[in-house]
């Protein structure tokens, strides 16, 4: 890369300018490399359960090989739809193992949600917390998935996995009724497999192993196709970032985050773990107290959250007693962080909290504020990782000077192929032989370090999580008494914003309880409007195009 990279000059000591991006052909080529050398060494825990690398090889092995055996073949999808378990690394590796492309869904997400994007990549065949059944029922039909293997919480857990079980079922009640088809359990494919061979086929670099939904820039949620290319770079360039400060495979990991979420499944399931580093899942991180004890249990050395979740731990009094001697790295991404908490975090901890910035169609991270107490800045989204270039593009089409807004544009090897049968879409995102639109405003500062200052499109940032107006806007309109919405997004100390909606009735009747009912029954959780304001009519341009800007103002 001979780009002008000004940045280079003040990169931090023992990290590259490039990587090497052919250093393995695929991320298949890297686990086997890495299962070997850490063999016996903690791979993954979860609630108390812990396999080693070499117990995650064979696992995987046999549940990829079970896959293969019910007609899956290479290059057929697959989602995987749990919370984060031990389950979660079996079947992820082990569906690679099979040649299948994954394709990871919230878990949150309602029936319409989950039919667009099993429809939309052609899922053939899931593995589902039972949960989150019932909701596979009402859509099953209507989808081309054949292959249902169910799993519950407590189903790798050992013997107190029963008791588990029993309490969320029986007591919390959090498995409504289903009634599914020809489905296995986990374990059941797992000892199966054993009996079955992984099938061969060639696997390269450009082969497409990822399908992660997002709204891009633009309008309806669709498949960024991430290749081994994309994934291994991306985990090559995290990982050199850290390695100063990590130590192989003796580092522990906390994992907040879910692993279907690009940001922990790049950072925590593929960067960390290719380092040896033990991964601690944490299934239900909205419980604070006992994410405090495990973060106390296991003297972590690094982890990696959202501003909303730091924001909770240090709202909580037994986490700020805590010993935090072993703690190296706190990264934050999937949002803003904001100010105060980094300021808060250092000063509860005496480590900085490392803000970076990505997007899902660069697999995801792009940039990375310098690892190490006074290296970072704060308010900004740190340095380009190694082998990355960044450009700010005016509205002229022209790159901006130092200091002044544009968009961002990012090239690197992390970049995605495309999007999912969506080439018009793909064209308007990738350009110039290879430069991705961010849809993001920002400001390189003299020394290379940015800033993002402004989204150029209008998507909401709630917890992390990529909100689209036009897809809350669809839901909304489809209520008879409805005669036109918009939707923006608006601050909150809580989750970074929310989502609020302005409402043009058609029926007088109308009220704000009939419209949050009529959202919790189509959209995820943290996608339900939480302000409603009704108006006589929407701000519109001369060609009738609804004035979001105008609504925030």
């Known amino acids: 890369m001979t780009d002008n990279r000004p940045w280079l000059k003040i990169y931090p000591s023992g990290v590259p300018a490039n990587i090497d991006v052919d250093k393995f052909s695929s991320v298949l080529e890297m686990t086997s490399q890495v299962f070997k050398k850490f063999n016996s060494k903690p791979a993954f825990t979860c609630m108390g359960k812990t396999i080693s690398f070499t117990e995650l090889d064979n696992y995987s092995t046999q549940f990829g090989a079970y896959l ?22 079996i079947a992820l590796f082990g569906a690679l193992k099979a040649g299948l492309v994954i394709v990871n869904t919230n878990p949150l997400y309602t029936p319409r949600e989950m039919l667009h994007q099993f429809n939309d990549s052609g899922a053939k065949a899931i593995i589902i917390a039972e949960n989150f059944a019932y909701n596979l029922e009402t859509i099953l039909p209507k989808t081309q998935i054949k292959t249902i293997i169910l799993t519950s919480i407590g189903e790798m857990l050992g013997i107190k996995g029963p008791i588990v079980n029993f309490v969320i079922r029986k007591f919390k009640r959090l498995v409504p009724k289903y009634n599914l088809p020809n489905i296995v359990s986990f374990k059941q494919a797992m000892k199966a497999g054993k009996s079955f061979s992984l099938p061969t086929f060639e696997n390269t670099s450009d082969n497409v192993i990822l399908l992660q939904y997002t709204g891009g820039t633009t309008g309806v949620s669709k498949g960024a196709m991430l290749t081994n290319k994309n994934m291994i770079a991306n985990m090559l360039q995290i990982s050199a970032w850290m390695a100063p400060h990590t130590d192989g495979g003796n580092d522990t990991a906390l994992c907040p985050l879910p692993l279907y979420h690009i940001f922990a499944f790049s950072v925590n399931c593929l960067a960390l773990m290719s380092n040896g580093v033990h991964n601690i899942l944490v299934t239900n991180p909205r419980d604070i107290p006992k994410l405090v004890k495990t973060f106390d249990k296991y003297k972590v050395n690094l982890t990696t959250g959202v501003n909303t979740l730091f924001n909770a731990l240090l ?30 975090w250092q000063k509860v901890t005496g480590i900085q909290l490392s803000e970076g910035y990505g997007m899902t169609e660069a697999a995801p991270v792009v940039t990375v504020n310098p690892l190490g107490l006074g290296k970072g800045r704060l308010g900004c989204v740190g340095l380009p990782l190694p082998s990355t270039n960044l450009r700010i593009m005016m509205e002229n ?19 995605m192929k495309g999007y999912y049968n969506r080439p018009e879409a793909t064209a308007e995102t990738i350009i110039d032989g290879g430069w991705l639109r961010t849809g993001d405003i920002g400001v390189m500062m003299e020394d290379g370090f940015f800033k993002i200052v402004d989204r150029l499109k209008d998507m909401i940032l709630v917890s992390g999580f990529n909100v689209f107006p036009n897809e809350i806007e669809d839901v909304v309109a489809a209520h008879p008494k409805v005669l036109e919405v918009a939707a923006i997004g608006i601050p909150s100390e809580k989750s970074g914003e929310v989502v609020k909606i302005f409402v043009v009735k058609k029926d007088k009747s109308l009220n704000k309880d009939e419209i949050i009912a009529h959202c919790r029954k189509n959209l995820t959780g943290y996608k339900v409007p939480k302000a409603v304001e009704f108006i006589k009519d929407l701000p519109k341009s001369n060609v009738g195009k609804i004035l979001r800007r105008k609504l925030r103002e």
């Open 397 to 415: 089409g022209e790159i901006a000077p130092v200091g002044e807004r544009g968009e961002i544009q990012v090239k690197g090897p992390q970049v």
């Open 315 to 344: 709202n909580n009094k037994e986490f700020q007693t805590l010993d935090f001697s072993n703690l190296k790295i706190a990264l934050g991404g999937g949002a803003a962080v904001q100010k105060a908490i980094a300021e808060q």
């Open 68 to 89: 293969s055996s019910r007609g899956l073949e290479p290059g057929d999808k697959i989602a995987l739809m749990m919370p984060n378990l031990i389950q979660y690394p």
